[in-house]
């Protein structure tokens, strides 16, 4: 069966799969969403005695429709191969009563790789598909770590051009490090002053500017984006949650069947989105579980049922998730308003002007099965510090907002079905912030000094991420207002 593509904003924009990936964003602002979600056609025991490249086979072959096997089984071997330094690319760690499931193990260590590692693959073969003779400008606005893993999949992609955006002052250092050291003739990466959400707001303007996209077709451009907007990020992070409940049927921790919760740290809400596709394709999942940081506007919305933007921006140390306009609840909003694209568009409209909108109570209702939780940074911190030395776990800052968030769902509901916490990042990629959850005193070192003190302490060994900025040079320089965006843009591309 075909699966349909369908703008959140206009019910009479359609796409197949290769063009809602090759476009990113539908036009007038709205986001793909799939008409359909077909059920998995293999049994759930079936899965448990496959690996992590055939379960996405099992799930991209139903998403992808207008894939053929040949082409969805090369951008799969290509993304999940030796770029990631585990062979199940995606292990299942039992610690501290639950499942901690590690999207970290690819060329970027953080969870953004499962996605980005298959996405240049999935989109070149788009172009071809679809007879795109005009070079690809992959647009990216990133709070930290969507820059390097899209930066490391388009660096040197023939036909592909990639522009980062990140918060100059709202990233890691690490992060910073990452990003400005990428090699690649056709990569390009921006510091504005602003915040995430700056960026994103800059880049959506620009796709959503016609006459631009008519400007840039005439110079033999066209943009797509690797932000989680696109599908085709969304449905490689269906993966992973039917590869980890599998995990547990082999395990002998549940029976096939039997419900598991998720916990995901949340920012955009793509990653929480893709556990949710899971359960529409038949995984049973009981409830999703959404962790914020200190800019916890949804964590109030799933309380209130009201999305309100209007408040300080916090500047956390969990910068991924640093965000106030998440841009996929949109096709969650589009989905409890019954699949109405005019409903949801006058939602939109309200946040764009007003910064705030409330969902009626009958979509309320719908909302049941997600639990909206948040995590301070003195809880976040005392989190590392209490798993570190009950199990000798060091977790990063992103994933212990999860896991705090986790504590206090089953302190306050008793409710102990087994788990899965989706970990986002490698701590490496945060050390100063963790080291310093463990002892305070670590705050005189370097960067690097924590790097080696890290390693001692976990014993788990430095990732070739980290070795490789440990003396790169920085490439990339460039600063600029959030007003001035599309000037980079264009200077960049020499239109
Ligand atoms: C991007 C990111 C998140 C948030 O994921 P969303 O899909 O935006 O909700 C959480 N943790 C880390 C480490 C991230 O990089």
């Not at 909206?372 to 911190?381: I, L, M, S, V, W």
């Given at each position: 069966?075909?699966?349909?593509y369908?703008?959140?904003?206009?019910?009479?924009?359609?796409?197949?799969?290769?063009?809602?990936?090759?476009?990113?964003?539908a036009?007038?602002?709205?986001?793909?969403?799939?008409?359909?979600?077909?059920?998995?056609?293999?049994?759930?025991?079936?899965?448990?005695?496959?690996?992590?490249?055939?379960?996405?086979?099992?799930?991209?072959k139903?998403?992808?429709?207008?894939?053929?096997?040949?082409?969805?089984?090369?951008?799969?071997?290509s993304?999940?191969?030796?770029?990631?330094?585990?062979?199940?690319?995606?292990?299942?760690?039992?610690?501290?009563?639950?499942?901690y499931?590690?999207?970290?193990?690819?060329?970027?260590?953080?969870?953004?790789?499962?996605?980005?590692?298959?996405?240049?693959?999935?989109?070149?073969?788009?172009?071809?598909?679809?007879?795109?003779?005009?070079?690809?400008?992959?647009?990216?606005?990133?709070?930290?770590?969507?820059?390097?893993?899209?930066?490391?999949?388009?660096?040197?992609?023939?036909?592909?051009?990639?522009?980062?955006?990140?918060?100059k002052?709202?990233?890691?250092?690490?992060?910073?490090?990452?990003m400005?050291?990428?090699?690649?003739?056709?990569?390009?990466?921006?510091?504005?002053?602003?915040?995430?959400?700056?960026?994103?707001?800059?880049?959506?303007?620009?796709?959503?500017?016609?006459?631009?996209?008519?400007?840039?077709?005439?110079?033999?451009?066209?943009?797509?984006?690797?932000?989680?907007?696109?599908?085709?990020r969304l449905?490689?992070?269906?993966v992973?949650?039917?590869?980890?409940y599998?995990r547990?049927?082999?395990?002998?921790?549940?029976?096939?069947?039997?419900?598991?919760?998720?916990v995901?740290?949340?920012?955009?809400?793509g990653?929480?989105?893709?556990?949710?596709?899971?359960?529409e394709?038949?995984?049973p999942?009981?409830?999703?579980?959404?962790?914020?940081?200190?800019?916890?506007?949804?964590?109030?919305?799933?309380?209130?049922?009201?999305?309100?933007?209007?408040?300080?921006?916090?500047?956390?140390?969990?910068?991924?998730?640093?965000?106030l306009?998440s841009?996929?609840?949109e096709?969650?909003?589009?989905?409890?308003?019954g699949?109405?694209?005019?409903?949801?568009?006058?939602?939109?409209?309200?946040?764009?002007?007003?910064?705030?909108y409330?969902?009626?109570?009958?979509?309320?209702?719908?909302?049941?099965?997600?639990?909206?939780?948040?995590?301070?940074?003195?809880?976040?911190?005392?989190?590392?510090?209490?798993?570190?030395?009950?199990?000798?776990?060091i977790?990063?800052?992103?994933?212990?907002?999860?896991?705090?968030?986790?504590?206090?769902?089953?302190?306050?509901?008793?409710?102990?079905?087994?788990?899965?916490?989706a970990?986002t990042?490698?701590?490496?990629?945060?050390?100063?912030?963790?080291?310093?959850?463990?002892?305070?005193?670590?705050?005189?070192?370097?960067?690097?000094?924590?790097?080696?003190e890290?390693?001692?302490?976990?014993?788990?060994?430095?990732?070739?991420?980290?070795?490789?900025?440990?003396?790169?040079?920085?490439?990339?320089?460039?600063?600029?207002?959030?007003?001035?965006?599309?000037?980079?843009?264009?200077e960049?591309?020499?239109?």
């Open positions: 069966m075909e699966v349909i369908r703008s959140t904003r206009n019910a009479n924009e359609t796409a197949t799969a290769s063009q809602a990936i090759l476009k990113g964003l036009n007038e602002g709205g986001l793909f969403v799939p008409d359909t979600i077909p059920s998995l056609d293999v049994s759930i025991e079936a899965l448990a005695d496959m690996n992590y490249q055939e379960i996405a086979y099992e799930v991209l139903l998403m992808l429709t207008d894939f053929s096997e040949e082409e969805l089984k090369y951008c799969i071997n993304a999940y191969d030796k770029k990631f330094d585990t062979p199940v690319i995606a292990p299942l760690v039992n610690k501290a009563g639950a499942n499931l590690e999207l970290f193990h690819g060329s970027t260590i953080a969870f953004k790789d499962m996605a980005l590692s298959i996405l240049p693959y999935l989109l070149t073969t788009s172009a071809k598909k679809n007879g795109v003779e005009n070079e690809i400008v992959i647009l990216t606005a990133t709070s930290g770590d969507t820059g390097k893993a899209a930066l490391a999949g388009f660096a040197d992609v023939p036909g592909t051009k990639i522009i980062v955006f990140y918060p002052n709202g990233v890691s250092p690490i992060q910073e490090k990452q400005v050291t990428q090699k690649g003739d056709n990569t390009f990466v921006v510091g504005i002053t602003g915040n995430f959400d700056d960026a994103q707001t800059g880049v959506k303007k620009m796709f959503s500017d016609t006459e631009l996209a008519a400007y840039m077709n005439e110079k033999g451009y066209q943009f797509s984006s690797a932000n989680s907007i696109n599908i085709g449905v490689p992070q269906i992973y949650y039917v590869y980890a599998s547990l049927v082999a395990n002998g921790s549940i029976k096939a069947g039997d419900k598991i919760n998720v995901v740290p949340t920012g955009n809400f990653n929480i989105l893709a556990a949710y596709y899971a359960k394709m038949g995984l999942i009981a409830k999703f579980i959404c962790a914020s940081n200190d800019n916890k506007v949804l964590y109030d919305f799933f309380k209130t049922g009201t999305y309100d933007r209007n408040r300080e921006f916090i500047l956390t140390t969990s910068p991924s998730m640093d965000i306009i841009s996929n609840l096709r969650l909003i589009y989905k409890i308003a699949n109405d694209a005019q409903k949801n568009a006058e939602l939109m409209r309200k946040l764009s002007s007003e910064g705030v409330t969902i009626t109570d009958e979509m309320k209702a719908k909302l049941d099965e997600f639990y909206g939780g948040y995590a301070t940074e003195d809880e976040t911190a005392q989190t590392i510090n209490r798993i570190y030395n009950s199990d000798g776990y977790m990063d800052t992103h994933t212990a907002v999860a896991a705090t968030v986790y504590d206090k769902y089953v302190n306050e509901t008793g409710d102990k079905t087994p788990t899965v916490i970990s990042a490698s701590p490496y990629k945060f050390t100063r912030s963790v080291m310093n959850a463990i002892d305070k005193a670590y705050d005189a070192k370097t960067d690097f000094e924590l790097v080696d890290l390693n001692r302490l976990s014993g788990v060994s430095v990732p070739q991420a980290i070795e490789d900025i440990r003396s790169a040079a920085v490439l990339h320089d460039t600063v600029c207002d959030k007003e001035d965006m599309l000037k980079v843009v264009k960049f591309l020499k239109i």
